[in-house]
């Protein structure tokens, strides 16, 4: 067993190094892999250490759907200076029955989605994938319906959370957000 614990410890330190990152320096709540919605090939959220997050649990036939178009333009806007937004489908609510083809290829050709998606997971409850377990306990709440967002500092803890009321272009949001940006931000467009 102890054999086998070393092995995986050197083999998260090698997935670590192998995106750029030393397994030393991806916070804990990132400390996850997750398969990609249009692939369902493994990513490691290591890959997003130093970058502000949103993290948003998704559905593609919720009346807050078109939440999709305000994230993409979130991310577009600012991912050259650090933001990253993450999507995590989700059929919690009943409201994301297609497969994770179907839900890429929904994203994509109805509201151009192009940050990055995760393949469908629970994202609440015991049956909650690790993340937004973390995500909930950091933040004392979990989802409470599709399109809840989570945002995570540079640093990887959560600095608020958002119901899916708040929309992605809610003037509170974009201040929490442009608030985080400029410390050891990356320079680029707005």
């Known amino acids: 067993m102890k054999h086998l614990l070393i092995a995986c410890a050197l083999l998260t330190g090698a997935i670590g190094a192998a995106w750029g990152q030393p397994a030393s320096s991806c916070p804990t709540l990132l400390n996850h892999t997750f398969p990609r919605l249009q ?16 993290i948003v649990n998704t559905a593609s036939y919720c009346g807050f759907t078109p939440q999709y178009k305000g994230l993409e333009d979130l991310h577009a806007r600012y991912k050259d200076r650090g933001l990253a937004v993450l999507g995590f489908p989700s059929n919690d609510f009943a409201q994301e029955r297609g497969s994770n ?23 609440r409850g015991s049956d909650a994938n690790p993340l937004f377990r973390q995500l909930a306990a950091d933040s004392g709440r979990q989802p409470l319906w599709n399109f809840h967002k989570y945002l995570v500092g540079r640093d990887g803890k959560v600095i608020a959370n958002y119901t899916s009321m708040t929309n992605p272009s809610d003037r509170t949001l ?6 985080q940006l400029p410390a050891g931000g990356l320079q680029g467009k707005n």
């Open 174 to 179: 974009i201040g929490a957000i442009e608030r």
């Open 39 to 54: 692939d369902e090939k493994p990513q490691s959220l290591c890959q997003y250490s130093g970058k502000v997050l949103l």
């Open 101 to 123: 083809k179907d839900i890429a290829d929904f994203c994509e050709n109805t509201f151009g989605v192009k940050f990055p998606m995760f393949a469908k997971s629970a994202v």
